[in-house]
């Protein structure tokens, strides 16, 4: 529907950022969110944080395993978004959903399916 950045993959991790519509940009993420891939999380995340959106939108319901590095990521872009006075759609997998609850974060990162 828009523009693509150019995804970032490392060990099994797949991130793009797109444009979907209008004040709008998605990242979406697939894959394992480990200790080694959390840096391409972070510059994704990044990349959909200089655009001027008002609302992120993280696809992240094809994720496959979501480390704690990759968790606090989540976590501190949140509370990004929140000072930033941005909207922020988080979907999540079954495993992001679950380690969000166990690590107490989905608080501060609420998902839906």
């Known amino acids: 529907m828009g ?22 940009v998605t990242v979406d993420v697939r894959g394992e969110i480990t200790s080694e891939t ?30 704690l590095e990759g968790a606090a990521l989540l976590a501190e872009f949140a509370q990004r978004c929140r000072a930033e006075a941005r909207n922020l759609r988080v ?7 679950h380690k969000l609850g166990l690590t107490g974060l989905s608080g501060l990162v609420p998902t839906s399916d």
Not at 4 to 18: F, H, K, L, M, Q
Not at 91 to 97: F, T
């Open 3 to 24: 523009s693509t950045d150019n995804p970032s993959r490392a060990g099994g991790t797949v991130a793009s950022v797109r444009i979907t519509e209008q004040d709008v």
């Open 38 to 67: 959390a840096g391409d999380l972070a510059r994704a995340l990044e990349a959909a944080a200089v655009r001027p959106a008002r609302t992120i939108e993280l696809d992240l319901t094809e994720v496959s395993h979501l480390s």
């Open 91 to 97: 979907h999540g997998s079954p495993v992001v959903r």
